[in-house]
């Protein structure tokens, strides 16, 4: 059962890109277990407004755990403890009471802190812009049950592209390695016959930005496959890169 | 032989004739008559039918002008088709004839031309692609961190389209016909048949961006069924359609960003739209006024056109499920502007959400329709079952099959449980208001898998819905393969919006409004799986033409300086209503007002409308108003990342809205759709509309920050469908 219980949270605070972060932590009585993690932040600026001090800064939408805007390290997982899930999804059912739970923002050279636990994740969606799309304009498209596409594919497909874009991959990464963001697309459209076509140069192309915008290395740890919130499987690595290498093969 | 000729020739020519004098007339309520009793009169020779045609047509053609005249004093202004730009001709039709009639701007002109794109959700995303593959250069905004984020992306069931490859008996006239009986004949009809022709392109463009819909083991593509239709058109990915359809929609975005076609401005807020006017006085939309999110800055931005998809005004209630900054200031900023705000009280009220359990919540989480193919809601027949679930002692599971209250089923036989979302949530308060409630609130019932995991096996149905039952478990921490879910109505989705003509432009030239933020197509209630449907058509196939008809015309307009005084003028005002908010410096924070007005919103403008309750709720609106501007305190600086800034600006508008929606509400006496007002029920408690003096859209016009809105109607004859009382019994 739930119960309330009272914590100290450790968060990161930063004022601005360039500016100088520290730890500061700060007592919450009562805290209800079943409300979310993103709520008892809530609760923790709401008393900050009330003491006329500057409220935490982090990013959260839809609190559904499909937007992918939510991005915190909570004790030093992205997205928390728990398993397959992301900060929002996350629940105050997972703390203990009298605990210190430490709050950072993603770690990554390739996403730069905007403010507090606010993070730039620009650099995925350059990547996506680089090659992650099917090169169809609309309108004059065949009709949609004209190439059948066998179920084991499609359902593989669909596995590959429920990555939500949040970063905790590449954030998990010893190396800072988006490979996993990166593998996700590539696997989704080269699986299906319509994304065959490009597969090859879609493949170089994202992986050319990738290098470009300062992530690192895959060393195949899969850190990144352990705290994907989506369960993203690290077999789309492997799978981008015999794309990668066929590809490079082809040159 | 040869006079039979003679007399056919004069009858065809007359029937010519006769068709002229009917498309002159085709715009007044009388054509109906006036159809019938030339087809009458054609019966005799050619001559005489042109002679009754005349003689009928041409009296009555200034009968209407005559009458106008000395009621012209207190008459409420009307909007007719010919206003709201619908083509003339039969329904299946109107649309091709439009395509084939309408202007279009050359590939070289395409290129001297801006559009402005606000939101990247379904509609926005879609269009901002569109338009810039056809060669527009597009400014694309959104408050989030990358376009890929929009609410669309919650979207969990699926999207609607009249393919019929299931060979149930779909067809377009079949999808056009369910939505608008679904919305309970408030919707224009020429709007809803575009939508489901259109339904179909969406399917085959989303399959070539490499969208995986679900499939069956032959290859092709899976459907599965939907409240308030009795065959099976929607499609679906998983439980995350909106994910896989947005992210489509992104990738074609992206690769128009690539291309530099789009430029993109993400955490971008919109915060006013510039109007400047042409040479005849008339005033144009020519672009806005947007707060950069992360600096503070206030920016200017051109544009020959300004296309708004900012989505719904959900979360006027608060509590909702909406995503945390969906916003109704896009909308509040038009309206300022002349734009009209349509039925601002058609919010649909979702009947699967997970219930409300404390004070601390943020949103309320919906969980799918789809549920509803294979669970069965209930409440306990016995009074005393009830009161022991609400005290905790037992479970749903300990409640016998003998003692549960299927009432969907119970009152609703032929879609039990598929019956549309608003006769599922008024059900479900009944039953709580009467007692039934299943949690310790009293405020929820239940939707049991039992029955589907017997019939089915505990696999087929985690294949199903695993990741929705995922979602329950973590929130709610109870297994619901176990024990039934537990679910309340919460607010979902808004039909009302921003009144569109049929190119989708507002009562502002150039200033176009498309998905959740306009008013078309849905009436006084969605349908499950349509609003993906009605975002992506918007974006993708009716924007991009419509637009075009009046593009055409500015092809010599040359881009516009953003110096000139109208956009100086507009970020003053920002800039001054921001540094009002700054020195408030009061007692409570923006979010403690906005659980308030949610409150007041819920009681007084909720699921069950009075009219005595309205004009309370206004009264305790118009406090909150003043609540806020005197008394609300921001922390920070106005000119760097301010979060309760962001939320405060939006707030302002939310009170705003919020009366409008009360206003709207109070007008209309009768129920329809997600419009429950309970003077206007049936002996069964079923919704009562008053067709004979509410069918039209209402309108209504701002006419300045303290006066009361002008109301203007839109008429709405149905041509082609007959009006019924909506009847999901048999």
Same mark, same amino acid.
């Given at each position: ?121 620009? @650099?995925?969606?350059?990547? &996506?812009?680089?090659? #992650? !799309? ?5 309108? +004059?498209?065949?009709? $949609? ?59 170089? @192309?994202?992986?050319?930005? &990738?290098?470009?915008? #300062? !992530? ?5 740890? +899969?850190?990144?496959? $352990? ?25 | ?730």
């Amino acid at each position: 059962m739930d119960q309330y219980i009272d914590i100290k949270v450790r968060v990161w605070r930063q004022a601005g890109p360039k500016a100088q972060g520290h730890f500061e932590t700060y007592e919450l009585k009562h805290v209800f277990q079943g409300a979310s993690f993103l709520e008892m932040i809530d609760i923790l600026n709401e008393q900050l407004v009330a003491e006329h001090k500057d409220p935490v800064t982090y990013d959260h939408d839809c609190r559904e755990g499909i937007c992918g805007m939510c991005s915190m390290y909570v004790n030093g997982h992205p997205h928390g403890p728990d398993s397959a899930i992301t900060t929002c999804q996350l629940h105050m059912r997972k703390f203990k009471d009298g605990e210190t739970i430490t709050v950072e923002p993603w770690r990554s050279r390739a996403f730069p802190v905007i403010k507090d636990l606010m993070v730039d994740r620009g @650099a995925y969606d350059k990547i &996506m812009q680089a090659g #992650g !799309f099917v090169s169809v304009n609309t309108g +004059g498209v065949p009709d $949609a049950n004209a190439i059948p596409i066998p179920k084991p594919v499609a359902d593989e497909a669909m596995d590959a592209a429920s990555c939500i874009g949040c970063g905790a991959c590449a954030a998990a990464c010893k190396n800072g390695s988006a490979m996993l963001f990166v593998a996700a697309k590539v696997s989704q459209l080269a699986l299906l016959p319509q994304g065959k076509i490009e597969a090859a140069a879609r493949a170089k @192309a994202m992986v050319a930005k &990738m290098d470009e915008l #300062g !992530f690192g290395n895959c060393t195949n740890t +899969g850190a990144c496959a $352990a705290e994907c919130p989506k369960s993203v499987s690290l077999a789309n690595i492997a799978r981008l890169n015999r794309e990668f290498l066929a590809a490079k093969f082809k040159d | 032989m040869a006079k039979k000729e003679d007399i056919l020739n004069a009858a065809k020519k007359a029937a010519e004739v006769i068709k002229e004098k009917v498309e002159q007339v085709a715009e007044r309520e009388e054509v109906k008559e006036a159809v019938e009793a030339v087809a009458a009169a054609a019966k005799k020779t050619g001559k005489a039918a042109v002679a009754a045609a005349e003689e009928l047509i041409a009296p009555k053609a200034e009968a209407p002008k005559a009458e106008a005249k000395p009621a012209a004093k207190k008459e409420t202004k009307i909007i007719t088709p010919a206003d709201a730009k619908i083509p003339a001709g039969p329904l299946e039709l109107k649309w091709t004839n439009y395509k084939n009639h309408q202007k279009l701007v050359n590939p070289a002109n395409k290129r001297r031309l801006d559009v402005i794109v606000i939101g990247t959700g379904l509609a926005g995303a879609s269009a901002a692609a569109s338009l810039a593959e056809m060669g527009f250069n597009v400014l694309n905004f959104c408050i989030q961190d990358s376009p890929r984020r929009a609410h669309s992306i919650a979207a969990q069931g699926g999207i609607n389209a009249a393919k019929n490859y299931q060979n149930d008996g779909d067809s377009v006239y079949r999808l056009f016909y369910d939505t608008i009986k679904g919305g309970d004949y408030r919707a224009r009809e020429a709007n809803v048949y575009r939508l489901a022709e259109v339904s179909n392109n969406i399917i085959d463009q989303c399959v070539a961006q490499g969208v995986p819909f679900a499939r069956e083991y032959g290859g092709l593509l899976d459907n599965r069924s939907f409240g308030g239709a009795q065959v099976s058109r929607t499609f679906y990915a998983k439980g995350q359609t909106g994910q896989q359809l947005l992210l489509g929609a992104y990738s074609a975005l992206s690769r128009q960003i690539g291309k530099g076609k789009v430029k993109m401005y993400t955490r971008y807020e919109m915060l006013d739209i510039v109007l400047i006017a042409d040479e005849n006085g008339e005033k144009r939309a020519r672009g806005i006024i947007a707060r950069n999110l992360v600096t503070g800055r206030i920016e200017r931005f051109f544009a020959h056109a300004v296309v708004v998809g900012s989505g719904g005004y959900g979360n006027t209630f608060f509590l909702s499920t909406n995503a945390m900054a969906s916003n109704g200031s896009a909308a509040m900023q038009m309206y300022r502007h002349g734009a009209y705000f349509a039925n601002p009280c058609y919010a649909q009220i979702h009947p699967t959400c997970i219930p409300k359990h404390g004070d601390f919540q943020s949103k309320l989480t919906l969980m799918s329709e789809s549920l509803r193919n294979d669970g069965r809601i209930w409440v306990p027949k016995k009074l005393e079952d009830a009161k022991r679930l609400q005290a905790g002692e037992i479970k749903g599971r300990d409640i016998p099959e003998e003692d549960r209250d299927y009432y969907l089923e119970r009152r609703y036989p032929a879609f039990g449980n598929l019956v549309p979302r608003d006769v599922a949530s008024r059900a479900a308060k009944e039953r709580c208001d009467k007692g039934y409630g299943v949690n310790n609130t009293g405020l929820a019932v239940f939707l049991d898998f039992s029955e589907a995991i017997q019939r089915l096996g505990k696999d087929v149905v985690a294949q199903k819905y695993g990741n929705l039952f995922q979602m329950y478990e973590k929130i709610v921490d109870e297994n619901p393969y176990e024990n039934p879910m537990m679910i309340f109505p919460a607010i979902h989705y808004t039909m009302g919006g921003i009144w569109v003509d049929y190119e989708l432009q507002t009562s502002v030239k150039g200033l176009f409004c498309i998905g959740e933020a306009n008013f078309s197509d849905h009436g006084a209630n969605r349908l499950g799986a349509s609003a993906l449907m009605q975002g992506l058509a918007d974006g993708y196939f009716v924007l991009p033409y419509t637009i075009q008809n009046y593009l055409s015309d500015q092809i010599g307009v040359p881009r516009m300086s953003t110096d000139l005084p109208e956009f100086a003028e507009a970020e003053k005002a920002v800039q001054d209503k921001i540094n009002k908010l700054m020195a408030i410096q009061g007692k409570r924070s923006v979010d403690s007002i906005h659980k308030e007005l949610g409150l007041v919103m819920w009681d007084f403008v909720g699921m069950g409308r009075t009219a005595e309750g309205l004009k309370e709720g206004i009264k305790k609106i118009d406090a909150i108003k003043k609540e806020f501007w005197t008394n609300v305190y921001i922390p920070g600086e106005a000119n760097s990342l301010n979060n309760e800034l962001e939320k405060a600006l939006r707030l302002a508008d939310f009170i705003e809205i919020g009366r409008l929606m009360a206003v709207d509400a109070l007008h209309r006496e009768e129920s329809c759709g997600g419009h429950f007002r309970e003077e206007y029920q049936t002996p069964e408690g079923e919704a009562l509309r008053q067709d004979d003096k509410f069918s039209y859209v209402g309108c209504w016009k701002y006419t300045g920050e303290d006066s009361e809105p002008e109301l203007i109607k839109e008429p709405l004859d149905y041509e082609f469908t007959e009006r019924k009382t909506r009847n999901y019994k048999n």
